[in-house]
């Protein structure tokens, strides 16, 4: 891309754009926007754009209130999917104090932070997400059901798979967007749906990531669906994962291959591996962010459980694709899509980063199905587990200081305050399994 | 007349059932009945009628928002069934995109002739959108020739007509359409420029 402000205005007139919105993300990873009418750009690209910050979740609080929007140029985009006769454009904006430096609370600043400290050294990473999610069917009053069009037996005769056509339309708005669509399929589980995009830096790759969630729940509205990123949100069938494959470059050359290293692997990435596996534990909170995330990391549904890496089986934290050369990455299976991207990409940029850093050796890699395995044969092998629910995770994120580094204070403070409350909310409801299994029986 | 393969879009199942009968009767097919506006567009896309007759109370998705959706993709043309037949209350569609309203309580042949009505004009309408992508396609074409031809004159100090005709005869010696010729010279000579950042 690399769009000027000419370009933008040029743009703006070819396309007729009526109303841009000014995205940015909360913490909670909920994309917001402040839409301004065509008039109000020359202002929103000079970053003189005010918001009341007090108004955005995990923000600031009320005497800290006003923020400036400074537009990101490249993010500039016209919305396919917008109304006729006029278009929409979109530009994603970074979240500046009135003093004119970063703001601590911005997540997609706080990204920018992680990668430039990466950039010190040399490295830059890349990043290609895999998000899955469900097409649901919403009932009369348009919430959503977690009925999937697989199973809506009325459809059963009709020539058309409702759910293929919009993800075909997805993929279509997405390419038109300048996504380049790696890979869509049909996952495991009826209505699930997989959409992977091509390798990108990590600042890119996180906000293709909050754009793509938005164009899918655009879209399959217009198919009358509903489009669920929630990590697990039916029990007995598989969950929705984000999978990331990532990688480190310095320059034109990927650091992560070394031909004549066992494996292929440089010691950078072996070194890589175990920063991310010894902070796993720490990070599982950002990349797995809400109570039913924990629900997904069970055994049985190619979600892992353990912290390991493999180079063949799927069970493990971290699996080693085939591909080598430029290709060389890991694929981190834990993340779900309910998590802020920024946020988990920096996590996890920051627990490599510390792997290189301090020189970690992996231990070695498994390569047959952990499920198979009994409680006290992991421990033989040394092999821990994710944390088992928000609040262990939450417990270990505020044992793991490179992972609060990654955050910064600001963010991990008004992060972890939230996600206390949501658990600790979680944690005292009577869900409807309780009653429905011990009503009669107690 | 007749044969029109109708989908119905109404919260009430009395009056569906009642519209039903009327279009069944004169030989009309009913092939969906919703009673919601994201229902309205399940059918829509998996079933592909020819006309949605839907109540303008239409609950979940409005019926204007399912309307926008219907004809932006140009699945098929919307009648609005309005509350009343009061001025007002039929104005107040006028920005609904509907193709046409009837007033309740529904008369069949006002129906029946909106109907068809609306199934002409969204076959008329189609045909001027097609007739006007094709014009914009040729004219982004026109737009990338004349570019090669710009840089055809300027790199290989060619006349006009030169570079016109270097481009007619790779496209002919190629089978390659013109305007794809010239995409392929306009990409050879922004490749020569200096590369504006590192490849990945």
């Not at chain 1, 003093?99 to 997540?107: D, H, R």
């Not at chain 1, 977690?146 to 075909?168: M, Q, S, V, W």
């Not at chain 1, 749906?193 to 509205?221: M, N, P, S």
């Not at chain 1, 940029?349 to 020189?359: A, D, P, V, W």
């Amino acid at each position: 891309m690399g769009a000027s402000r000419a370009d933008i205005e040029r743009m703006v007139r070819e396309y007729n754009v009526k109303f841009i919105y000014l995205q940015l993300v909360d913490i909670a990873g909920i994309l917001k926007s402040v839409t301004i009418p065509v008039s109000q750009l020359a202002k929103a690209l000079d970053g003189e754009l005010m918001f009341d910050g007090s108004s955005i979740e995990g923000y600031v609080r009320i005497e800290e209130s006003d923020m400036y929007l400074r537009p990101d140029y490249n993010s500039f985009t016209i919305l396919p999917w917008g109304p006729r006769g006029f278009s929409e454009a979109r530009l994603i904006c970074d979240v500046y104090t009135p003093e004119g430096s970063p703001f601590a609370g911005c997540p997609r600043c706080n990204l920018k932070r992680m990668v430039a400290a990466a950039e010190s050294r040399g490295l830059q990473m890349q990043v290609g997400p895999e998000v899955e999610f469900f097409l649901f069917h919403t009932d009369a009053g348009c919430r959503s059901t977690t009925k999937t069009h697989d199973r809506a037996g009325y459809f059963d005769l009709a020539p058309i798979d409702l759910g293929e056509n919009a993800r075909r339309d997805m993929v279509i708005a997405l390419d038109e967007i300048g996504f380049q669509v790696e890979a869509s399929h049909h996952e495991v589980a009826p209505g699930q749906h997989e959409i992977g995009f091509r390798y990108c830096d990590a600042l890119t790759a996180a906000d293709r990531i909050a754009t793509f969630k938005h164009a899918v729940r655009v879209i399959a509205q217009r198919h009358g669906l509903h489009a669920s990123f929630m990590p697990k949100p039916a029990w007995g069938i598989a969950g929705s994962g984000m999978h990331c494959h990532q990688s480190l470059f310095k320059g034109a050359e990927n650091v992560f291959f070394e031909a004549a290293a066992p494996r292929q692997l440089s010691q950078k990435a072996l070194h890589y591996i175990a920063g991310v596996l010894s902070h796993a534990r720490g990070f599982s909170a950002v990349t797995n962010p809400i109570p039913n995330s924990y629900k997904r990391l069970v055994t049985g549904y190619e979600a892992p459980v353990y912290i390991a890496w493999s180079e063949k089986n799927r069970s493990p934290m971290i699996r080693i694709p085939a591909k080598r050369g430029l290709s060389t990455r890991i694929e981190v299976r834990n993340p779900d899509p309910a998590c802020n991207p920024y946020l988990a990409l920096a996590v996890m940029l920051k627990s490599g980063l510390h792997g290189i850093e301090t020189g970690l050796t992996p231990p070695p890699p498994i390569d047959f199905n952990l499920y198979d395995l009994k409680p006290a044969d992991l421990s033989a092998l040394g092999i821990a587990s994710l944390p088992g629910d928000l609040g262990e995770a939450l417990r270990e994120l505020e044992k793991d200081a490179v992972v609060g580094e990654a955050l910064g204070s600001h963010i991990y403070d008004s992060f972890t305050e939230a996600k206390w409350r949501e658990w600790d909310e979680y944690r005292q409801q009577v869900h409807c399994w309780e009653t429905s299994r011990y009503l009669k029986t107690y | 007349m007749g044969r029109l393969r109708v989908l119905l879009g109404d919260p009430d199942s009395r009056s569906r059932n009642r519209i039903k009968k009327m279009l069944t009767a004169d030989g009309y097919l009913v092939v969906a009945e919703a009673d919601e506006g994201m229902g309205v567009l399940r059918y829509a896309r998996t079933l592909r009628p020819d006309v949605a007759v839907l109540s303008e109370d239409l609950q979940g998705l409005g019926a204007n928002q399912v309307i926008a959706v219907l004809m932006d993709d140009r699945i098929c043309p919307a009648i609005l069934m309005a509350a009343s037949g009061s001025a007002e209350s039929l104005l107040a569609l006028k920005n609904s995109g509907a193709l046409g309203v009837v007033a309740r309580p529904v008369q069949k042949s006002l129906l029946v002739a909106t109907m068809e009505l609306a199934v002409e004009t969204f076959r008329r309408l189609g045909a001027k959108e097609d007739e006007i992508e094709t014009l914009k396609i040729q004219l982004e074409n026109r737009k990338t020739i004349e570019k090669a031809k710009g840089v055809l004159m300027q790199r290989m100090k060619l006349t006009e007509a030169e570079a016109y005709r270097h481009l007619q005869v790779r496209s002919m010696n190629q089978k390659v359409p013109m305007a794809q010729i010239a995409q392929a010279i306009l990409l050879a000579f922004e490749t020569t420029l200096p590369p504006e950042e590192g490849g990945r």
